[in-house]
């Protein structure tokens, strides 16, 4: 519920929201019903897994700026109307602001995170650093999900689609395919989303099972720059 109020709070005019459910067995469709009438489109339905509710999300998707935001991540006071200002300075299709980071339901930031490119200018997404997963991505270089917002023209540049093959890295396939079409990104210095850290993620602890597919990615997009 914390995160839809996040969203439908930001006062945002030109809002289009989203909002898809696989039929939850929790009290989610409930929360849903309390919001419908805020909501755009609220799709409850089956799905095969996040990629796939992701792309049906899309399909419905009709504004010029994009993106996704989980379940259990909000956006910050503002953050829409600081994207939408961002993208109306800057010659931009992609752009990243801080993401604070919480322990589960904490209230207490224990880090914001910023991505490594430079700050106020508008700088071509560098492909071979994303692919640089030891050195760089696994670093901390470069994205937390929800702090990325992105333009239609990139999206439908890139395919229009996030790659439902993908169980984890559905989001760093979208940003390396991005970088390897082009694309021109803008870092802003606002605090924008909120990332919790909880150990019912997929990517949550020590054991790391979604680095065999960052790798895949990675070793696929590396045959391609190399064909």
Request: contains cysteine.
């Amino acid at each position: 519920e914390e995160t839809i109020r996040s969203v439908l709070m930001q006062g945002y005019p030109n809002l289009e929201y989203i909002v898809l459910d696989g039929c939850s067995t929790d009290n989610t469709s409930s929360i849903l019903n309390r919001y419908r009438d805020e909501i755009t489109h609220c799709v409850i339905e089956p799905d095969r897994g996040q990629s796939d509710a992701l792309n049906k999300g899309f399909k419905l998707a009709t504004g010029e700026i994009l993106a996704w935001l989980n379940s259990d991540d909000c956006y910050l006071p503002e953050t829409l109307y600081r994207v939408a200002i961002a993208f109306d300075l800057y010659k931009a299709d992609m752009l990243a602001g801080g993401c604070q980071l919480r322990e589960g339901f904490s209230r207490t930031i224990f880090r914001t995170h910023h991505t490594a490119l430079p700050l106020g200018e508008v700088v071509p997404l560098p492909l071979d650093r994303l692919l640089d997963l030891d050195h760089c991505w696994q670093k901390g270089e470069f994205f937390y999900q929800p702090e990325v917002f992105w333009t239609r023209e990139l999206w439908q540049r890139t395919g229009g689609k996030v790659d439902d093959k993908l169980f984890y890295s559905m989001d760093y396939e979208l940003w390396v395919r991005m970088a390897y079409h082009n694309a021109q990104a803008i870092h802003i210095p606002d605090s924008i989303t909120l990332f919790r850290l909880h150990e019912k993620q997929k990517t949550y602890g020590d054991e790391i099972p979604f680095l065999p597919e960052l790798r895949s990615v990675c070793e696929y997009y590396q045959q391609k720059i190399h064909e």
